[in-house]
């Protein structure tokens, strides 16, 4: 691969038909590490079936070199599903293996946060696997990488994941992206912010990197 740092690098939404790429990227996390708390790769049918779930509501965006390869990919996701967390998210980003430290995930999280504002959606949070003590399946890395990107440690849940016969926490970060009011408009789905902005799967979104 040759992927400069400062290539510029295009954000698309995503579709299912890149089900397949992304899947070959999230299984390294799977399989090699304990970034994901998932045991076993899912399948192409259940991963296709999870980005075209998230897009009803979410944006779920790829990051896409100057050759048409995909680097990475980020999604938000539902906190709860009670209607008084419908201004609350969960984040995610995972990045080529080979890709990554070249700013890839910053991007994808900037433009991930630049449409969820647009929504109206107020407070991100990432629930990062994390070890006091960094082995070869886990580091810091991700938290870091939060707190550069603005987000607060705000919980931790103490070895409450088991993979690779070893006990991993979990922690959870917070941003909030606007001002909380009294009058707080309503939450406009993803599905319908695209036709808002007049885009489609496989669109590319363009605010400044």
């Not at 944006?59 to 609350?88: C, F, M, N, Q, T």
Request: proline share 1%.
């Amino acid at each position: 691969m040759n992927i400069k740092e400062n290539e510029n690098i295009k954000i698309k939404v995503a579709s299912s038909e890149n089900a397949a790429e992304l899947l070959e990227i999230y299984k390294f996390y799977v399989e090699n590490t304990a970034i994901s708390f998932e045991i076993e790769t899912p399948t192409l049918q259940e991963f296709c079936a999870r980005i075209e779930k998230t897009l009803k509501k979410y944006p779920y965006l790829i990051a896409v070199s100057s050759s048409d390869e995909i680097l990475g990919y980020a999604y938000a996701s539902e906190l709860k599903s009670r209607a008084a967390y419908d201004w609350s998210i969960e984040t995610s980003i995972y990045v080529k293996k080979e890709c990554r430290k070249m700013g890839i995930g910053r991007i994808l999280l900037k433009n991930l946060e630049f449409l969820l504002k647009k929504q109206n959606i107020l407070n991100c949070y990432a629930c990062i696997a994390y070890t006091e003590r960094e082995d070869e399946f886990l580091t810091k890395a991700s938290v870091k990488f939060h707190e550069k990107m603005n987000y607060r440690m705000v919980g931790i849940f103490k070895d409450c994941g088991y993979k690779f016969d070893r006990w991993y926490s979990m922690v959870w970060m917070e941003k909030h992206l606007g001002e909380h009011k009294s009058s707080q408009k309503k939450t406009i789905p993803f599905s319908a912010l695209l036709e808002q902005l007049k885009l489609t799967n496989g669109s590319f979104i363009e605010i400044e990197q």
